[in-house]
């Protein structure tokens, strides 16, 4: 049997909204009246721009054409997503399907101020308790930890407001800030400011980079964010220098292969970019970014590396997702182990 097939799994770059079963966002869709792709009004077209959009179909109701258009569809994913027994359901499913995987650690993206942005009264402080709920349940087969993206598509301003209110939800398990969304529009330097609040109060600060903009968003991810993760970071190979950067400051890179296909971030001359970010010294972990919306899974992630990478490469990926975690030192150790298991039960040599 592969090596991807049982080595414990760990998610560090995961969207919980970009894990909702495509069945369910159909389902409470149709519930609430949500068109399954969101269309921007006149208003709004400043924090999403609509251009080509590709039909839907409500049996595949997760397909889409680029970047852009996959942004309204993460805009649907969060307006049919209410009220707290929404979330709940979200992260009850997500459970089942991590565990049905052997996921033993992840830290979870979610996204309140797309929340908010469609359900101003949501109260988001009682959803993240929805959600923590289900995720402790996961204990002690797996642990859970959210951090709050900020969303670069609402500016800085909001992103700040955001920053001050996660700071109030780190007794439920919140323990960071991330930077997903338009990256090519909303450069890293506008957030410098919501960031540096977020690191005072002690969260962590991880950052999307590299993705759908150059290796200067990865520079300045590091050097202004002080990101201490990269979230895809790809781009970043073609300028080695800050490739030489990321390695030096230890900066891990979370590559998701299959998002990076379907979104165009992937560079053709680099096939395999944990490969060769590997190879450039960096360490390199390997993540799904929102699995059911991609059609793939962390389980399904890990099998395609393993045949691309082998074994050996696999197990070095996962054993770095373990290091770069947040997770406290003796969780660490209980992860390490569990890889290691699984990883000596393949090989008995080693
Ligand atoms: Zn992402």
């Known amino acids: 049997m592969n090596l991807s097939a049982r080595i414990p799994k760990l998610h560090l770059h995961c969207h919980l909204e970009g894990a909702l079963r495509a069945t369910t966002f159909v389902e409470l869709a149709d519930r609430y009246g949500v068109p399954l792709r969101y269309r921007p009004d006149a208003a709004e077209q400043a924090a999403f721009a609509d251009e080509a959009p590709t039909p839907v179909d409500p049996a595949d109701p997760y397909r889409f ?19 707290p027994d929404d979330h709940a359901r979200l992260a009850r499913e997500f459970v089942a399907d991590a565990l049905a995987q ?6 979870l993206f979610v996204s309140p101020s797309v929340w908010t942005f469609f359900h101003p009264q949501l109260d988001v402080r009682a959803c993240v308790e929805a959600i923590v709920a289900e995720l402790r349940a996961a204990r002690p087969r797996a642990h859970f930890a959210l951090i709050a993206d900020l969303t670069r598509n609402f500016g800085p301003e909001r992103a700040m407001a955001t920053a001050r209110t996660v700071a109030t939800l780190r007794d439920l398990d919140v323990i960071g800030v991330g930077l ?8 890293p330097a506008l957030f410098a400011e919501a960031f540096a609040f977020a690191r005072a109060q002690g969260l962590h600060a991880v950052a999307h980079a590299g993705e759908a903009a150059g290796p200067e968003s990865v520079r300045d991810a590091i050097e202004v964010l002080h990101a201490e993760r990269i979230g895809h970071g790809i781009r970043a190979l073609r300028d080695l220098a800050v490739v030489a950067l990321a390695a030096e400051r230890g900066v ?9 296909d379907l979104t165009g971030a992937a560079l053709p001359e680099f096939p395999h970019p944990y490969v060769a970010l590997a190879e450039a010294g960096c360490t390199v972990t390997i993540d799904a970014d929102d699995p059911t919306l991609f059609g793939t899974s962390i389980a399904q992630e890990y099998a395609r590396v393993e045949a691309a990478a082998g074994s050996a490469a696999l197990a070095g990926y996962v054993r770095n997702a373990v290091a770069a975690s947040f997770a406290a030192p003796e969780l660490k150790r209980t992860l390490a182990a569990q890889v290691d298991a699984a990883c000596a039960e393949l090989d008995p040599v080693r």
């Not at 054409?65 to 942004?71: K, P, Q, S, T, V």
């Not at 052997?102 to 830290?107: A, D, L, M, R, T």
């Open 65 to 83: 054409a680029d970047f852009r258009e996959f942004l309204l569809i993460f805009a649907a994913v969060s307006r049919a997503l209410q009220c």
């Open 102 to 107: 052997q996921v033993i650690y992840g830290e």
């Open 180 to 187: 997903g969304g338009d990256e090519a529009r909303f450069p």
């Open 252 to 260: 891990p890179f979370e590559v998701c292969p299959t998002s990076n």
